[in-house]
Every structure is written in C-alpha cells, then in structure tokens.
C-alpha cells in the first residue's frame, strides 16, 4: 500500500510466553535504528499481535527492512514468538505432531475437555490425535489413567504428581507417543490458602519423559480454564521444538 509516495511493508507476529511491557523493552532501541520503522503491539486475551510497518522507497527496499528487524525480534524473542499473521497456538502444535509424526492423547480435568476441543479445530489433526479423557473424579484417574490412590492421598488430586502420572497413564492407554494432562482448581470455590482457586498443574509425556509445570491463574471459572488450554498447549509446542 502506498501513503504520501511511499511504499509501506507490514508484518505480523504472534508472541505468547511473556508480558507486552517485558516485550516492548526488548524491541524498544530497534525502532531508533531505522527511522522509517514503526513496531506496535497490541495485548488481546492471552497472547500478543506484534505488528512491524517498514516503509520504503521500494517494496524490495521496505520488505529487507522487515527481513531484517523480524530477524532481530525472532533473536531476543525467541521461542515466544509462535506464529505469523493469523497462526492460532493449535495449528502450531498440531503441525509440529504431523511434521514429527507423533500421536497424542489428552487427559483433562479442570479443562473438562478443553484442550481436546482446541487441538481438533485443526482439519487433518485425527492423524495423530487418538483421544481425548475428561477424568474428573478421583475414581476416574486411577481407573482409566492408572494414578496411584497413594499419590492421590499424599499429594492431592490438584498436584504436580498427579499431573505427572495423568499424562503418563494417558500415554499407556492411549498407546501413543504424546500425553497432556491438566489438574486444578477452576472456581469459584474449592480453593484453600494452600491450594488457592487458579491453581492449576499441566503434565506432558513424551515418548517416556515426563514433566509438569504449575500456574496461578487469575479470572472467573472460564478464564482460568481457558487460559490453562493455551499455556498447556505452549508448553507443549516448547516442547516440541526442543526435540
């Protein structure tokens, strides 16, 4: 598009992981290194558009612009930056799975389905997604995913350990390569000073590693549920990357 005899590139990217003040201080001293440049960012939900304008005399000249700022950004970002354009966090990781040809199962307990519901947006997901297990009750985890009434008893159904041998049981049962389990306290209540409403445990398992990582969220039931579906669908794509 052209504005007062210029040419003028836009990009986007899509940044999740970190917050936008963080994020802005990083890229900040970029703008200052070409003055035909403008970088905005714009908050929405829980992740982040990063939108890059280069304007040039030509397209070429504008576009090598772009090339080399999106370099620069994809340096200090990272791995939070994990899309372009309109990319949705399922399509990334339903890509990675059918690119390494890895099968997944989910186990879902405050999600109550939710992260199964995500990844099957994405046409062409049932050739690695097996299927998903709500497992809400205690009973449930120990019958369908195999969680120890030991661990259950010591630990608590909302517990990095559960999470841990959700994921894992999953992956038996399933006979697949991949399972992701999700265990917490939702709201409004059931939350104690212990074990406070937000509270929430993502367990992975890939091909026989296991690991878990814990939240705090904040927001009414469906924000917290919602937000555990896209954090745990971001450590499941870190994850993959790092494979």
Same mark, same amino acid.
């Given at each position: 598009m052209k504005a007062d005899n210029n040419i003028m590139v836009l990009k986007v990217l899509r940044v999740f992981g970190i917050r936008e003040a963080y994020m802005a201080e990083m890229v900040k001293d970029l703008i200052d290194?070409?003055? %035909? #440049?403008?970088?905005e960012s714009y908050a929405k939900d829980v992740d982040i558009t990063l939108k890059i304008t280069a304007k040039g005399n030509t397209e070429e000249e504008a576009k090598a612009t772009i090339v080399k700022i999106e370099k620069k950004i994809r340096e200090r970002l990272n791995q939070s930056v994990y899309g372009e354009g309109d990319t949705t966090m399922e399509e990334v990781v339903a890509k990675l799975l059918l690119d390494k040809? !890895?099968?997944?199962?989910?186990?879902?307990?405050?999600? @109550? *389905? !939710?992260?199964?519901?995500?990844?099957i947006n994405y046409p062409g997901i049932s050739e690695v997604f097996m299927q998903g297990c709500v497992t809400y009750s205690n009973e449930a985890k120990m019958q369908r995913l195999g969680v120890k009434k030991e661990t259950l008893d010591e630990f608590g159904a909302v517990s990095e350990q559960t999470a !841990? +041998?959700?994921? +894992?049981?999953?992956?038996?049962?399933? +006979?697949?390569?991949?399972?992701i389990s999700s265990t917490g306290?939702? @709201?409004? @209540?059931?939350?104690?000073?212990?074990?406070?409403? @937000? !509270?929430?445990?993502?367990? #992975?398992?890939? %091909? *026989?590693i296991k690991k878990a990582v814990k939240f705090n969220f904040k927001g009414d039931r469906q924000e917290v549920r919602q937000r555990t579906v896209i954090n745990a669908l971001d450590f499941l794509r870190r994850e993959l990357l790092n494979m």
């Open positions: 290194e070409e003055k %035909n #440049l403008i970088i040809h !890895l099968t997944i199962a989910t186990a879902e307990s405050c999600t @109550g *389905g !939710l992260i199964a519901a995500t990844l !841990l +041998e959700m994921a +894992e049981g999953i992956t038996k049962t399933s +006979e697949t390569n991949v399972g306290i939702a @709201g409004p @209540g059931g939350g104690t000073e212990e074990k406070p409403v @937000g !509270l929430v445990y993502v367990g #992975l398992c890939i %091909n *026989g």
